[in-house]
């Protein structure tokens, strides 16, 4: 629901009447993970998506029913062996999906209006929702907000009833999702509910894009920039050459900043979604950047350069204190082999590496292989959020 928090926003500040349809868990093939969503209002409105296309018209036709009776309802979608053209998907994935009314009238309303608001404006947030359990509580939202500190669960509103110690315990798993950025679901034993039944709850975090830091204002660095928008990174620049380093060169980047490179990561904030793509390949800035790169919990760390030059760094490195298990972490030279040579094509290697190493894919052609198209590996930090029970 988050992932069209902007266009659901602006539908409630209007007033709107509306149903909005989220992908709870998926198992196989399936299209859109979970958090993907479509919302229809009263006026037959469609806005998202939960499946590429495969059943959206038969959840088009849910959220109307949810909208016409008011009630929640968790539908499960999958492949039809006997009919490939029936509702279904055909790439032979299974999506449960949950479709939520969200009326003038509806119990969670206000706490999803300012979910929606939160993440529109781009705070962190995590929304919880009852996906199974008593009926009663099918509907009803937990908006939680960190205190400062990632993964502490600073505040919350809303809830589920008269039920104040499930709500702690929601909001404090709730708040390790949002440490790590996380949307899943959480399974809650009969006694860990308090309400004499066992749950499942959905938990969808937003929380501020992940940041791209590209260090070398060269033109390679221009269409890193423009496909790290793409890929919905907040992008900075940083070059120690004020004459290259400008705005006009870089027009799509968030930030510009004409600083020695290893003296700006030393004062701006990273966390392990962070990414680092090193395209100076001088020494003289290189060696003390990545000394202190390598040290840090970030994502991803670069370094462009060939061979020859790749292997020189790597014993500067050691020269300064760098370890074997720290130079272990450095992608030198940089990117997948794509037979890259312009700028953009360079831009696209880089690119691929870094959805890899973030998804855990091979790099190899989908074509012969034998492996799953869509990954289910996590980062150590996502890992913290992993689909848990409470007892």
Known sequence: ????????????????????????????????????????????????????????????????????????????????????????????????????????????????????????????????????????????????????????????????????????????????????????????????????????????????????????AIDFASALVRIGKFLGYHVTVCDARPVFTTAARFPEADEIVVEWPHRYLERTSVDARTVLCVLTHDAKFDVPLLRLALRLPVAYVGAMGSRRTHLDRNERLREVGVTELELARLRSPIGLDLGARTPEETALSIASEIVANRRGGSGVSLTGAHTPIHHDVTSASERAGRIGSVA
Not at 5 to 13: D, I, K, Q, T
Not at 154 to 181: C, I, K, M, N, Q
């Open 1 to 216: 629901m988050l992932d069209i928090a902007e266009e659901l926003h602006r539908w409630v500040e209007q007033g709107r009447d509306f149903a909005v349809a989220t992908v709870v868990a998926v198992g196989g093939s399936a299209p859109r993970g979970p958090g993907a969503a479509l919302a229809v209002d009263s006026g037959g409105t469609a806005i998202g998506s939960v499946s590429g296309g495969c059943v959206e018209g038969a959840v088009y036709e849910l959220c109307q029913q949810a909208l016409t009776d008011g009630e929640s309802v968790l539908e499960r979608f999958g492949y039809s062996d006997e009919d490939a053209f029936a509702v279904g998907l055909t790439c032979g994935g299974i999506i449960d999906i949950l479709v939520t009314p969200v009326r003038a009238s509806d119990p969670g309303r206000e706490v999803l209006a300012s979910a929606l608001a939160g993440a529109a404006r781009g705070e962190a947030a995590a929304v919880a929702r009852i996906v199974s359990g008593p009926g009663e509580l099918l509907g009803r939202a937990l908006l939680v907000r960190p205190d400062g500190s990632y993964g502490s669960c600073g505040s919350y509103e809303g809830g589920f009833g008269a039920h104040p110690e499930l709500d702690r315990t929601v909001a404090g798993e709730a708040g390790a999702f949002l440490d790590a950025g996380r949307t899943g679901t959480l399974e809650i034993g009969e006694q860990g509910s308090r309400c004499g039944a066992p749950l499942t709850v959905l938990v969808e975090s937003s929380v501020p894009p992940p940041r791209m830091l590209v260090f070398g």
